[in-house]
């Protein structure tokens, strides 16, 4: 059902922008009023969010090491992954953030008669995360060109690279194919892995459709429908928007105002949801911190002096004489204590 | 509760219809509720523990009463519901982690087969992914705009009476052991999520004995088992007793005793039962064989600190007794025993809740004239770097021969290798003292350890089958070293596997025996002036 219900979602969306941009004088609204609402509701969700999370101090040094720690000079240190210094840390964090580097290391699990538990290297969701945020990455770099005049000589290059293949006229993204593929099998292991489908909400199946939808969207525009796409049109409006002062044109086709309208409902929607993990991996205390927490004290800003342990003093007060007794040396020699009480 | 047969269970976690072997639960997860049933859960805390606990200056463990988890009535608090919506708040504002192990999960369920739990009871909420949803749906619901928006749909839930059940069933069946935070591609540490949610628990009175009962013994004895002063000091003496009639060595060893150079503290288990005796035995050998200016405590006579499985205030009270007692010796630095969960809290906390040690010195072996800087700032040496170092050095005289009788391999315990890192020097060590010993399969070692499935405060008989199912990949493990390299013997630096991890090869290896590195360094010394019987089974050898 979850899964369905995304389908529907991203259908009503479809239908709204479809019909509502071919209302005359609406264009405006789904062309400038909604994109710019959209950014806003982006950047400043985005600020945001990150904002809160780092109001929220991390009051204990809580790194998970997943491999040998600075230590004796004849130990060797894995300064990857259980870095001591500032630079150790980037370097963990960018494999992280570039490379996925934790998801790397899955693995499946099955149990066998015997019992027998095995493990074996799984790096299927890894590979195609990869390809899909690398596929998306790129897209939304190529993009750039529509707001940018001249086009930058990298986003050529890039472009350039991403339609090696020459198929086609206009020549086919390989990023265009790759995003697919990625959303697919993101998609369908939610639908096929029975503990993931057991796990997901209707939050991880709508983000796969919308992004889905954008991606075919865009596709379809580029080779299939290019009628009533006017490409210097749209980037005048897109220029237009990012030099505040846009200007509809010529009549523009639905398919366009579709594309635009779910990219925005995807920019609103991302800081409310799960999708903030972009933002939350930078963050995350048991990737971004160092392994040095009994070599530099970490601050705790809560930390509260008035938590003291029980005192010696009542220890001692209370097993005085067992401690005489068995010649365990005493601050308070019996006499003085008595003398006291 | 009688534990299932070995038969019995061995078919069990393989055909049993869960989500492990393949079936798939025919109902939401948000339908199933807990059902408490004799064996699984653990004896909740007896009123008299608790409200001992609500006392102590600093502390608070309010709704101390007789119940059990099994009735309907919990007998919580009225506004019990506002007490723990409003706990949810304000550890969203101390704990960056909680807001963003919240925010951030996409539910990709790289996590969920990494759970021991999950492998050996197939409940998929046992699944790191499923037991911070537990906690997750509650915050989406009273927390955020989705949440509030959308409720359901969103994944959002309210709090009710049977989400604090649950709550408690399966904060209860997660060892905080860190492994599903290897894996997770935002580090998503479930041992966080956990914490928070006993946390959350004991402000309105829902505990179990067996964590909140050493706890009261710590505070008040300095010692989980509720060891008074003369008994912790017999129990060592006894150990320096077995010493001297297995190899004529006296030992000089003292207690609360001012002005040595070093305080050793190591969980007070290893003075008190088998196994762990005998790697009391090896700290108390390697010690007098280097000549080391030392003092035991009967205050701090605890590393361990079940603190840290109930909350954090629990766990800086009782650590704070370390550095206290440092403090009143004139110690210049500490040495700690083979513990996790304590090397832990040494590690990550300490410094951080009772710091700064600065009436310590950076700890520097006497004997090597090494200085630990990765030690600088706690002034904590783990035994393993201080044993290791002294090898190092040629300060030991070992003859590996002693070690003859046992085929090792070597159990990393969940905390010191993925809260510390602490991977290489145990090995090193065994290098030394052992002839070829085993390492166990590559995904079940190092940071990818399993644990011993009892951690946390979870070693307790009644949930025997549980404990059994959970430490399944590790005994597991265990079992493919037995097979193929003959191992007998499973070392490992914790002491409360070495209690767990015995009762685990009792169950699923018979014949494995568990020990503590430090009791092969013991089997392993050439002592000074040694009268040493013929010692078959090294410190073990009855004579």
Sequence with gaps: MKYAFSFLAVIALILIAGLGSQIPGMQYLFGVVLPYLAIMLFVGGFVYRVMDWAKSPVPF??????????SLDFIKQDKLECPTTTTEVAGRMFLEIFFFRSLFRNTKSEIHDGPKVTYESSKWLWLFALIFHYSFLVIVLRHMRFFLEPVPFVLSILEGVDSMLQIGQPAMYLTDVFILVGLLFLYGRRLITRHVKYISLNNDYFPLVLIFSIAVTGILMRYFLRTDIDIINIKNLAIGLVTFSPV??????AIFYIHLFLVCTLLAYFPFSKLMHMGGVFMS????????SRSKRHINPWNDPEIKPHSYAGYEDEFREFMVDAGIPVEKELAAAEDKA | MAVAKLEQLAKSVVQGPTMATGAVPVKDWMDVSAIFKPGNYAYQAKQEKVEYLNSQKGLHFPNAREWSPEDDDWKLPENWKEIILKGLKERLDKFRSLKIFMDCCVRCGACADKCHFFLGTGDPKNMPVLRAELLRSIYRNDFTLGGKLLGKMAGAREMTVGVLKEWFMYSYQCTECRRCSVFCPYGIDTAEVTMMLRELLHLVGVGINWILEPVSNSNRTGNHMGLQPHTFKDNVDFLADDIEN????????????????????TPSADVFAEPGLYTAMGYLMLFEHIGLDYTWSTYASEGGNFGLFTNNETMKKLNGKMYAEAKRLGVKYIIGGECGHMWRVVHQYMDTMNGPADFLEVPKSPMTGTTFHNAASTKMVHISEFTADLIKHGKLNLDKSRNA????????SCNPARAMGLL???????????????EMPENTIREQTFCCGSGTGLNTDEIMELRMRSGLPRANAVKHVIDKHAVNMLSCVCAIDRATLTSLMNYWNPGCNVCGVSELVGNALIMEGENRQELTEGLRTLV
């Design chain 1, 61 to 70: 040094s809580i790194p998970t090491t997943c491999g040998q720690g600075s």
């Design chain 1, 248 to 253: 509809i044109g010529a009549k523009i086709g």
């Design chain 1, 285 to 292: 205390p048991t990737r971004n911190m160092a392994n040095n």
């Design chain 2, 246 to 265: 297995l190899t004529g060595i006296k030992t000089n060893h003292s207690f609360n005793r001012k002005g040595a150079e070093v305080l050793f503290i």
């Design chain 2, 405 to 412: 009788h046992v085929k090792a391999t070597f159990h990393d």
């Design chain 2, 424 to 438: 290489d020097e145990p090995r090193y060590i065994l290098d030394h003292v052992v002839d070829g010993w085993v």
